[in-house]
Structure formats: structure tokens, C-alpha cells
């Protein structure tokens, strides 16, 4: 059970919602389009169920071209966002709707409806409020009669638009979990939409990163957050500090403050050739006193976060529009107990791993 | 908008001057008895003035019989037809965008903003004997001013808003997510409009509809002027007091009044009831 979009354009009045895009599913698969709001995921969602239809470019669900069909015809199943349940229905009759509307001849009896609502409301936990009325639930409890529901007619996709977005950040988690599990069960297609990376990343098996109505990378989530295709996945997918600068001998030479940092596979590459450094939080390493020439930075800010100590350091010596006003640095708890910083003391910077782009492409990425 | 909250506030406390409120509501309370229940009363007495024989013998003539059974009728055929087209007219404008929304927002409102008077004679002007099309459908042995069907078409236009007017801003905070679930769960338009769509506004619809009613059997403005006041034929219970009134007969015209004094004390109460029952389904929706 495949989804296939192919040079999907659509635009509402002067705004280009999706730009050319074409995008894979694989049977099973249980993939996230993420982007930030107005990126076009949304929209894109809406057209592989026929909720809204395309300018051109075409949708194909398992090998047949479906882009002129309705969503009856479709197979799929829609979460969304805001649940819509029908407020004047019990959660039991919300379930059954599906095959309630069924036609005569292939609607299942009284009997096989109820054993078949009573199921889907075991799967999802929630039988023991059948008799409530949405208003009577929960956020999390909505959403899982949404699913419940979207599941009773047995699609062959499931797709979900932003599934969690109105929930608050404990019941977020535990359906996360919850969907991921779901899914290894039944193993139906799915999509979900998302502008949450870390929600993507711990539930999705592949990630589609999204920006002004085109892809900008498809891949797993390990391959998005270490190798991103361009500096708006870099920087969408988890936090980065940005340097831009030029290239001078073994440095990065940012106007004055060198990173000692050059682009691997770059040494035919001639001097003063502008690229931009994008270094995650994590990928730095602070030290006290060093032997070796690195940039110097006093820190200005320390906050305990747990499992690890997030840092504000600012870059000594310099005045460039190449660099960060602070560079946001986190550390392990354990290093950070090791180096035993406070706020206004001298540490040295070294980068362990680098986002490499050449200004407004991308080129290399990988550590040094 | 903070500190009038405060001020109210301080009526409320202890030891704070009681006088304005006394003077505030005492105010009300005097205003309403003078314009509202005062003239109401009057109707009532002016109509058993006499007793209730005569009573009873003013409402049993044949005219008023004549001019009752119009009355229903008008509104048989108006608040059905304004019903099916308040809810066709709202569904467009909160469903869809088109080219010419913010017009058909605006021209259901037109009924309101013009005197009665004016879209009465508008269709004199169109369908009287020396109108555009009057004479054409005068020849065809189907007169539509001074008949009944002029009346029809003058209550139409009166009460095209009072459907549409309530359901449109209903339907639009609605929105429409539950009638694209039904749809994505395989629904018909047909099935989505009864079993989703009219159970949600079901209230809203309703009280336009009571409104509508009341407009419709009340209309005075629109229809004195198609009506030619033919007794027995063309004559509404409102035009049917102003006669007997303009005859004097008093107590015959306070009896008929009194019918439609009595007609908006049921309105009002069913509106109520309405109110309170969307209120109570908004309460358990909001539990």
C-alpha cells in the first residue's frame, strides 16, 4: 500500500502553498512531514486524502491514480487536528459512523457494528467511556476516539494532521509512544504532520523536512539531524550556532576570530572562499587552558537543565557579523562537574563536529 | 475596560453606595412598564372592556376568520421557503469563498435596512397593473398585487434575513472539520447534512425560524401596501385591526390585536425555551 505524489503544484490565490513537489511512501511506512507553519505539509496531507485537490501534479495510492478521485474512493483514514468529533454523538456513535453510512448492501448488522466499535475501543482503551460525549474527554482521550473512528472503515492509509498539536507536553509523549506502538501492530501506511522535530524524530521511521512548499530532505532521522541537505534543516531539525565566514588557511575566519575548522576534502579549495559553519550546542568542546590556537570566550550565561548544562559563551576580541552574538553550547553533566566553570570565566572553544554550506548551497558535511 | 470592571466591582462591596444601582434598575424597570407592558396591558383590558362575549363574538366574525386563516397561510408558505433559503444562503457564505460573497452577506441584510414601505411599493412598481410585469400576469387571470400572492411575495422579502442572519455566524465558528470528517468516513452531502450539519444547528435554526414566523404573521408596512385591503381576501390580521380601528370599532380591534399580543407572548416564550436549551447544550458541550 504505497503513496506516491508526484510534481504536486498548488496555490491558493498569489500564495504557492506546494511548489513541484513529489514524495515516496513505502508499504508500512509511518512517515512525519515536518516544517514549520505554512511550509505546505498540511496541505500536502489534505491532497493525498482528497480533501483538497491539486493544480497539477498527480496522487497515487498502491499503483492507481487516484487525483481526481473523492476521498470515498481513497481508502484513506483523516485524523484531525482538532479531533472533530461529532460533539452531539457518543464516542460509541462517533466509532460507528464510519459504518453506519456504509450502503445497505455493505453495511455490517447491528450485532457486528457493536462487537466492531467495542474492539476498536479496546484497541485504543478507551471502552469504558463508549456512553461519554466528546466534551465529557480528554484532549488525549479525543484524539484516540478520532483514530478509533478514522480506523473503524478500515483504511488502507492513515493519515494524521498534526495528531498531538493541541495537547499538552505530558500527554504529547505518552501517545507518541502510544501511535509508534500502534502502528508496529497494525502496519498500516501512515502519514503525520508535525512542526515538532522531536516528535518526528522519535516517531517517524522516515522524516520529510519541509520549507515555503517545498522538500527540502527526505530521510531517517538520524540521516536529517547528522547530514542535513541544507542550512534550513540544519537549523529547523534541533539547535545550531551559524558562522559564516571565510576560508584562511586551516581556520574559519569569521573577521578577526578564527574557528580552527576547515571543510573536509577542501584542500583544492583557494583562500578567502566564503562558507557558513553550522555547529550544534552539543558538537563543542570547552576548555580551561590549551596548548593548541583556539578562539577564545568568556561565559556569560549557565543554566542546569538536568542531563545536561546549557551555556551562553561569548566570542572574545571580536566585532563580526559573521558570528553569533552568543554561541549556545551544552555540555554533559559529568564534563561540566570536570571543568567546574562559573559565569565570566575565560574557556577555550573547539569544535568536534561541523555542518558544512557553502553560502545558500549545500557541500560537505562531517566532522572538522 | 479593566477599571469599569473594578468600578462594578465596588458596588458590590460592603458599605458601598447602594443609590445608584436602586436608580439604575428602578430606571429600567419604569421604561420597560411604560413602553412595553403598559401597552400590552391596554390591548388586553381594551379588549375585554366589554366582556367576553363580546369578546369572543369580535375574534367569531367571518372576516377575522378570513384574515386568521391568510395569516397562517402566508406564513405556511414563507417560513418554509425562507428556511430552506436561510440555510442554503448560510452554508455558501460560511463554506465557501467565492467572487460576490461580501455582496450576497450584504443583500440578505437589505430587508432590514429599507422601510417595509418602500419594498411594498417596489413591487407595485414591478407586478402592479401599470408595472413592468403586472399587467402580463394580470391577463393570465394571475394577479399578484392587491392578491394574495403580492402579500406573499412582500412577507418574503421582509423576512429573507432572520434564518440566514442567525445561522451564518453559527456556522462559521462551527467550521467545518466535522462535515469533512463525515465525508472522509465515507458520508453522502445528503447523510452529512442530517446527521451532522442540522443537529449542530439545530437551536440556531430554530429560533430563526420562531423569529421568521413572528416577523411573517406580524408584517404590517410591506403588506398594507400590496394588499388593497380587500376584506375577506387580501386582508392579514394586522391590516384587519387597523380597519376595525379606523371603523371605531374598539373592541373588535383590541381582540384581534389581542390575538397577535397573544402571538408574540408565545413567540417570546419559545424563544426562551430555545435559549435555554441552547444554553444547556452549549453547558454539557463545555463541560
Known sequence: ?368 | MHTQTLALDRLDQPGARQWPRYILTGLAIFIIGLFLLLPLAAVLIEAFSEGWDLYVQAINDRYTWEAIKLTLLVAAVVVPLNTVFGIAAAWMIARFQFTGRGALTTLIDLPFSISPVIAGLIFVLVFGAHGWFGSWFAEQGFPIIFAVPGIILATLFVTVPFVARELIPLMQEQGSEEEEAAIALGAGSWTMFWKITLPKIKWGLLYGIILCNARAMGEFGAVSVVSGHIRGQTNTLPLHVEILYNEYNFTAAFAVASLLAGLAILTLVLKSLVEWQQARSLERATQ
Open chain 1, 1 to 368: 500500500m504505497s503513496i506516491e505524489v508526484r510534481n504536486i503544484t498548488k496555490a491558493f490565490d498569489d500564495f504557492k502553498a506546494l511548489d513541484n513537489v513529489s514524495l515516496n511512501v513505502d508499504d508500512g511506512e509511518l512517515v512525519a512531514l515536518l516544517g514549520p507553519s505554512g511550509c505546505g505539509k498540511t496541505t500536502l496531507l489534505r491532497m493525498i486524502a482528497g480533501l483538497d485537490f491539486v493544480d497539477e501534479g498527480e496522487v497515487w495510492l498502491n499503483g492507481e491514480n487516484v487525483t481526481g478521485k473523492h476521498i470515498k474512493q481513497r481508502g484513506v483514514g483523516f485524523v484531525f487536528q482538532h479531533y472533530a468529533l461529532f460533539g452531539h454523538m457518543t464516542v460509541f456513535e462517533n466509532v460507528a459512523f464510519g459504518l453506519r453510512v456504509l450502503k445497505r448492501n455493505e453495511r455490517p448488522s447491528e450485532e457486528q457494528i457493536r462487537k466492531r466499535v467495542h474492539e476498536l475501543l479496546d484497541l485504543v482503551q478507551l471502552d469504558w467511556l463508549s456512553k461519554r460525549f466528546p466534551a465529557q474527554l480528554s484532549g488525549g482521550q479525543r484524539q484516540r476516539v478520532a483514530l478509533a473512528r478514522a480506523l473503524a472503515v478500515e483504511p488502507k492509509f492513515l493519515l494524521l494532521d498534526e495528531p498531538f498539536g493541541a495537547l499538552d507536553a505530558n500527554v504529547r509523549k505518552e501517545l507518541r509512544r502510544w501511535l509508534r506502538r500502534l502502528h508496529d501492530e497494525l502496519h498500516v501506511t501512515s502519514i503525520f504532520v508535525t512542526h515538532d522535530q522531536e516528535e518526528a524524530m522519535e516517531v517517524a521511521s522516515r522524516i520529510v523536512v519541509m520549507d515555503k512548499g517545498r522538500i527540502e530532505q527526505v530521510g531517517t532521522p538520524e540521516a536529517v539531524y547528522d547530514r542535513p541537505a541544507s542550512p534550513f534543516v540544519s537549523s529547523f531539525i534541533g539547535n545550531v550556532n551559524v558562522f559564516h565566514g571565510r576560508l584562511q588557511g586551516g581556520t574559519l575566519d569569521t573577521g578577526g576570530w578564527q574557528l580552527p575548522i576547515r571543510p573536509p576534502g577542501s584542500d583544492d579549495v583557494g583562500d578567502d572562499t566564503p562558507y557558513a559553519a553550522y555547529i550544534r550546542p552539543h558538537d563543542f568542546e570547552l576548555l580551561k587552558s590549551t596548548e593548541e590556537k583556539l578562539p577564545e570566550c568568556r561565559v556569560k550565561f549557565i543554566q542546569p537543565m538536568g542531563s545536561v548544562y546549557r551555556l551562553e559563551v561569548v566570542p572574545e576580541h571580536a566585532a563580526s557579523d559573521g558570528l553569533p552574538e552568543v554561541i549556545d553550547v551544552e555540555l554533559p553533566r559529568r564534563d561540566f562537574r570536570a571543568l567546574n566553570l562559573s559565569v565570566g570565566e575565560r574557556v577555550y572553544l573547539r569544535a568536534t563536529e561541523t555542518h558544512w554550506f557553502e553560502p545558500e548551497q549545500p557541500v560537505l558535511t562531517g566532522p572538522r
